[in-house]
Each structure stands twice: as C-alpha cells, then as structure tokens.
C-alpha cells in the first residue's frame, strides 16, 4: 500500500511542476476543434509555408496528414511539398541542425509532440506575442517565451507590435468612458501586417489546431470509437450484474 502511495505521489508531481511553470506565463485560452477539417487544412498550409523551413514533424508522413484532413494526395504533393520527398516520408526539413544552431542559438525543435508538452493557449499565445525588442539578436521578443531565439516569421501578416502585446488580458469595458481596453491585443505598431487582429487570430487559431492534431491525429477516432466502448461496457454491466444474482440467489 506504502509503495502504491509513493507511486501515485511520483506520478502527479510531474505534472504538477509543468502547471506551476506555466503559472506566471499569461496566456489567452484556446479550446481546439480535430473535426474541423477546413481549419486544420488552413493550419497544414500555414505550417508548411511559415514553420517548415526550420521545424520538422519526424513522427509523422505526409500521407497520413492528407488522408486525415481530406486533402488528395496529389494536391497535397504538388502544393505542400517543397523538399522533394515522396508522399509515404516523414515530415522533416531541409534545414541542417549545426547550421540552425549557427543562425539562432538552438536548432530549432521538432513541433510533432508540442502542444503535448505545452498545451494548446500557450501555444496559441506564443504565436501572437511578439513584439519589438532592440536588445535582441534579431530584434524582437516574446510575451510568453522570453528572450526566445525566434524570429517573428508572421510579421507580414501581423505585422510588428510596438510594445508588448496584451496576452492573457482579457477585453473589458472602462465603467466611466465606456471604451473597450484590449480590444486589440497590440495597442501600437512599428510595422503594419496585411491582416487585422481578428484574421491574424483566426490564423493563429487555425495553425494551433493543426499542431494539436499532429500531437493526438486519432483523438476523433478515439472519441468516436469510446462512446461505443462505453454502451458496451454498460450492456455487459447489466448481465454481469443478472449473472451475478443467480449465481448468489440461494446463498443466505
């Protein structure tokens, strides 16, 4: 019983460590959909155009990742491929570890398991709190990930904020002047984007959404296959339950 204790003690404690390193961080929610493909085909095609040029996704093939979001897979060869490999490969980049190192401190992480080990709001905040930072290497900085070695590769579309981004401030309404504070998550920008704040946030969204199926692709299928396993289970509780009551009818 001692060791059972101890076991269960051991197991949370881990996760207890990752919820209070997280504590401090601010981050805006983020609640994501597996069944919408039409979102994880935007955040495939955004991934592949913004990420892959430094990120891998080494536990999955391509040909997974058409089949699941209901892409064909000539469509998802000729359009989301740029490395020259093959449909049935996995997911790697182009670019050499040593040399990544060189350009950024840190070879850039595989992103497969991510979410996984961050969860969804603070990847989904990571994305959109960069902000210039002059003392940087590459001049800007992140709300959610100081210091980070990243450069802000959707500044085009959300442009540069000028100051640090409001993350995990949520809007509200100034009782005497009737304005909305933190309607935009960037009050101030050095550089303008071609997207407003909702289209960037929708993008964003789109983006981690994909990256949380990469880390669970049979989470619909799961959830699907449980509701089945869970009328099982509840028929076979009620015959168990008769079978046990005449086996113990004339016990007294």
């Known amino acids: 019983?001692?060791?059972?204790?101890?076991?269960?003690?051991?197991?949370?404690?881990?996760?207890?460590?990752?919820a209070a390193g997280a504590a401090g961080v601010p981050i805006d929610p983020m609640q994501p959909d597996p069944a919408n493909k039409e979102s994880l085909q935007r955040g495939a095609a955004l991934f592949t155009n913004y990420c892959m040029g430094c990120h891998s996704l080494q536990y999955a093939r391509y040909k997974r990742v058409a089949e699941d979001l209901g892409i064909p897979a000539g469509l998802y060869e000729n359009n989301l491929i740029f490395t020259g490999a093959k449909i049935g490969e996995l997911m790697s980049n182009a670019m050499k570890k040593d040399v990544a190192a060189g350009w950024f401190g840190a070879p850039p992480p595989d992103l497969t398991l991510e979410t996984r080990l961050r969860g969804e709001s603070w990847v989904y905040s990571y994305l959109r709190g960069f902000y210039k930072d002059e003392t940087r290497p590459l001049g800007v900085n992140n709300v959610v990930f100081p210091n980070v070695g990243m450069p802000h590769v959707m500044v085009n579309g959300q442009g540069l904020c000028a100051v640090k981004p409001h993350i995990g401030i949520p809007a509200a309404v100034d009782p005497l002047s009737g304005d909305v504070r933190n309607a935009d998550i960037c009050?101030?920008?050095?550089?303008?984007?071609?997207?407003?704040?909702?289209?960037?946030?929708?993008?964003?969204?789109?983006?981690?959404?994909?990256?949380?199926?990469?880390?669970?692709?049979?989470?619909?299928?799961?959830?699907?296959?449980?509701?089945?396993?869970?009328?099982?289970?509840?028929?076979?509780?009620?015959?168990?339950?008769?079978?046990?009551?005449?086996?113990?009818?004339?016990?007294h």
Request: charged share 25%; proline share 4%.
């Open 187 to 251: 009050p101030e920008y050095a550089i303008e984007g071609s997207m407003d704040a909702a289209e960037f946030d929708r993008a964003m969204y789109d983006l981690t959404n994909f990256l949380s199926y990469m880390a669970d692709p049979v989470k619909v299928e799961r959830e699907r296959l449980g509701i089945f396993v869970l009328i099982f289970v509840a028929i076979f509780f009620v015959f168990a339950w008769l079978l046990n009551r005449e086996y113990w009818k004339d016990v």
């Open 1 to 18: 019983m001692r060791k059972l204790i101890f076991g269960l003690v051991f197991a949370v404690l881990p996760a207890l460590g990752l």
